[in-house]
C-alpha cells in the first residue's frame, strides 16, 4: 500500500450552503480504477469521520427508490459538511459485480429473489468489493484511525484486517421507502447490517 499517494486535489462547492469539498485522486491505486475522496472541512486529527461510499449510478444520480444509497450519500456529505470528514467514493457499482450485471439482478429481483439469491444465480458472489483501495486512500491521506459511518459490518472487519484503526462506528439513517423493504430486510437478516427490523415492519 506505500505506492499509493495523492495525484491531485481540486475543491468544488457541493452542497447547497456553499460548502466546498476537496476533490482528491490518486497513483498507485490496485486495481487502478478512478476511485477518489472528498474531503470536507476540518479533520479531527486523531480520527475523522470516514465513509466508503460505492458508486451506485442509479440511487446516487437518479434517486432510486429501490435502494438506500443516495440517501446514505448525501446524509454523508451534509454530515461531514457540519463537522468535517472524508467521504471515499469507490467505483464498485452493484456491490462489485457492476451496472449491467446489477440491472440484471434486478430483474431477477422482480421475480421474487432477493438481492443476493440474484447475485447468486447470475453466478456473482454476493459481496464482490474489495476495501484494499479504501485503506490505500486513506493511509496516503495520512489517516490510520477513524470513525466510520457504515450499517454493515463487513466494512469495518476489512478496514481493520487492512490496518487501518476502526475506533467508532457510526450507523447512517435507515432509509425506507415502498420498494426497498425486502432489500433492506435482506441486508440485516443476511448480513447483519444495523438497521432494525422493527422500522420496517411499521411501513
Do not use: W
Request: proline share 3%; net charge negative; charged share 25%.
Amino acid at each position: 500500500m506505500d505506492a499509493c499517494r495523492v495525484s491531485s486535489t481540486v475543491e468544488i462547492p457541493i452542497l447547497a450552503n456553499g460548502q466546498v469539498g476537496t476533490f482528491v485522486s490518486f497513483d498507485g491505486l490496485v486495481p487502478g480504477e478512478e476511485h477518489i475522496a472528498i474531503v470536507m472541512g476540518a479533520q479531527d486529527q486523531e480520527a475523522p469521520l470516514v465513509r466508503l461510499h460505492s458508486e451506485c449510478l442509479t440511487g446516487d444520480i437518479f434517486a432510486s427508490q429501490r435502494c438506500d444509497c443516495g440517501a446514505q450519500l448525501h446524509e454523508a456529505l451534509e454530515r461531514m459538511g457540519r463537522e468535517g470528514g472524508v467521504l471515499l467514493y469507490l467505483r464498485q457499482e452493484g456491490r462489485g459485480i457492476g451496472l449491467y450485471a446489477k440491472l440484471a439482478a434486478y430483474r431477477l429481483q422482480d421475480a421474487g429473489l432477493d438481492t443476493f439469491e440474484a447475485n447468486r444465480r447470475l453466478n456473482f458472489p454476493d459481496d464482490g468489493r474489495d476495501f484494499t483501495a479504501a485503506a490505500q486512500m486513506l493511509g496516503a491521506l495520512g489517516v490510520q484511525r477513524c470513525r466510520l459511518m457504515t450499517n454493515n459490518p463487513d466494512k469495518v472487519e476489512a478496514l481493520r484486517e487492512l490496518g487501518i484503526d476502526v475506533v467508532e462506528v457510526i450507523p447512517t439513517g435507515v432509509y425506507v421507502t415502498a420498494h426497498n423493504q425486502g432489500y433492506l430486510r435482506a441486508k440485516a437478516k443476511q448480513k447483519n447490517h444495523a438497521i432494525k427490523l422493527d422500522v420496517l415492519a411499521e411501513q
